[in-house]
């Protein structure tokens, strides 16, 4: 079968074939018989379509959009700009998370006349859900100066300390949050939370703000393709999920906003952008120790850990960190891992997630001084049995002074008294070097976090803008940016999406006005 306009029909039984706009001819050019099908634009300016072969499909409508099912056969449809233009400019967020919703709800804050749609694929704030054991860690009440706030992000820690968190940082965060109802509280490590220990408290506040300033959401839907028009609009192309249906929708201004889904990247890519590599950030280790698995859930509030990698030569600062650890059933997990995992992520990645981790038990204490530690209580507990009596200054329990003892071979149902030296020097430098072989990644389930994405070199962070493409932004982990656990992501995209919102909305005041006159 071949088109009368030159087009032939696409064999697919589960997309419609859209050419080029340049290869469509006007509708008023086609033979009456083929105008018949014409779907023109509705009052909002959706993208119009000509049905140049009709075999057989239903017309139903979501939201606005048009949407094309066929029943039988599939047709072939030639799409044309709308010939009337919209008084409304339009805004499409790709992307129904933080960052996507925090700015799809400031552009229309700064511009209330803007038509704003998000798609997003799955559920609408799905990892705000999740984070922070369900509690939602809203950002870092402990990290309001620009500069310590910006050594919390692995990739982008040099870009972050210009203007970036100074026109919408942790205390703006908070007070958005707070003047919408949202009451916080900040703990002692620097988490914000919700009073009500709920993330629940978070999503219902954007799900209102956004209904309040009537953005409207689809769920269950991927752009699949995006260009750009004649007019210098973006053509995007919009597939259902769960039927065979496809939509085209125009938009003057495009956010890209899709965390680090495969989507966002191809976006990016067709419009000129390219693409670091991403791989996994924020991970636990797992650990080749087998009786490791036997002090499953103890927690060690500060130790001291160096990660050495064969692939890095190099001395880097990030790969020793201090703080809590904690023992799973696999390995190690807690603040100074997951901060190891997002500083060493490419690095780790590299070397297929195999090395070294060095701990010191006692980073407070020399090893003189653990020593000393050591003697002194054999002195006192001399007829108390080594297992029984571990040095209280060291904060240690009983099952890992037991795992220790065991891992230098000593029998630990000795007295004190009968402890050689020689025994007592090679625990307090087990305490003070203590050697794991990482084996691979495990997952932390507060956070699910890559780096890579768009390099921040292609964008401007001063309004979220492409440098490459105009009318198009980026906010959030879409980008080539990732923090480590304690609120930052997060942070990173609210900021990011206030100020594209920012910028977007005042494009299209800007638009508005021009219009006017």
């Not at 990892?127 to 990739?155: F, Q, W």
């Not at 190690?332 to 038990?361: H, K, M, Q, T």
Request: glycine share 10%; aromatic share 8%; proline share 4%.
């Amino acid at each position: 079968m071949k088109s009368t306009n030159g087009i032939s029909p696409r064999n697919d039984n589960s997309k419609l074939y859209c050419p080029h706009p340049h290869q469509i001819p006007p509708v008023n050019d086609l033979p009456v018989h083929e105008r018949s099908g014409a779907v023109y634009p509705n009052s909002r300016g959706f993208m119009s379509f000509t049905l140049v072969r009709f075999i057989h499909t239903s017309i139903s409508r979501n939201h606005g959009f048009p949407i094309m099912s066929p029943k039988k056969k599939l047709f072939t449809t030639a799409a044309t700009s709308t010939s009337q233009k919209s008084s409304e400019e339009r805004l499409v967020v790709v992307g129904g998370g933080a960052a996507g919703v925090y700015g799809a709800i400031r552009a229309k804050t700064v511009a209330p006349n803007l038509d704003v749609v998000i798609i997003e694929k799955g559920k609408p704030l799905s990892k705000v859900k999740i984070s922070g054991g369900g509690r939602c860690n809203v950002t870092n009440g402990h990290c309001l100066d620009k500069m310590i706030l910006a050594e919390h992000y692995p990739r982008g820690n040099k870009e972050f300390r210009g203007s970036f968190f100074s026109m919408h940082g942790p205390v703006d965060t908070m007070s958005w949050f707070s003047d919408h109802g949202v009451n916080l509280k900040t703990e002692d490590d620097g988490r914000v939370f919700p009073v009500s220990n709920s993330s629940s408290s978070v999503i219902e506040c954007l799900m209102s703000e956004m209904k309040k300033r009537r953005v409207l959401l689809q769920t269950g839907k991927v752009v699949t393709t995006v260009s750009t028009t004649v007019g210098g609009k973006f053509l995007l192309k919009i597939e259902k999920r769960t039927i065979n249906s496809v939509e085209y929708l125009e938009a003057d201004y495009l956010l890209i906003a899709s965390g680090s889904s495969r989507q966002g990247y191809t976006l990016a890519t067709q419009l000129g952008h390219s693409i670091i590599d991403p791989v996994p950030s924020l991970f636990t280790f797992k650990i080749e120790d087998p009786h490791l698995a036997e002090l499953s859930g103890v927690t060690f509030h500060k130790v001291k850990a160096n990660l050495k990698l064969d692939n890095v030569q190099k001395n880097k600062p990030q790969l020793s960190q201090v703080g809590p650890m904690l023992v799973t059933h696999w390995g190690f997990s807690g603040p100074v891992i997951l901060r190891l995992s997002a500083w060493g992520a490419r690095d780790l990645f590299n070397s297929g997630y195999r090395g070294i981790l060095l701990v010191d038990f006692t980073p407070d204490l020399h090893i003189e001084d653990v020593k000393t530690i050591l003697i002194q209580h054999k002195d006192h507990f001399a007829k108390q049995k080594v297992l029984n009596s571990c040095p209280s200054k060291f904060g240690l329990v009983k099952r890992f002074w037991k795992y220790i003892l065991d891992r230098e071979g000593l029998d630990g149902n000795i007295l004190w008294a009968s402890f050689s030296n020689n025994s007592l020097y090679s625990v307090a430098s087990l305490l003070k070097h203590c050697s794991f072989g990482v084996t691979g990644k495990g997952i932390f389930k507060d956070e699910f976090v890559t780096a890579g994405g768009v390099p921040l070199s292609e964008i401007s962070l001063n309004t979220m803008e492409s440098r490459i493409q105009s009318h198009l932004f980026f906010a959030g982990e879409v980008l080539n940016v990732d923090g480590v656990t304690g609120g930052f992501n997060f942070q990173n995209a609210w900021t990011g999406g206030y100020i594209a919102g920012t910028s977007i909305g005042k494009l299209a005041l800007d638009a508005t006005l021009e219009e006017v006159i």
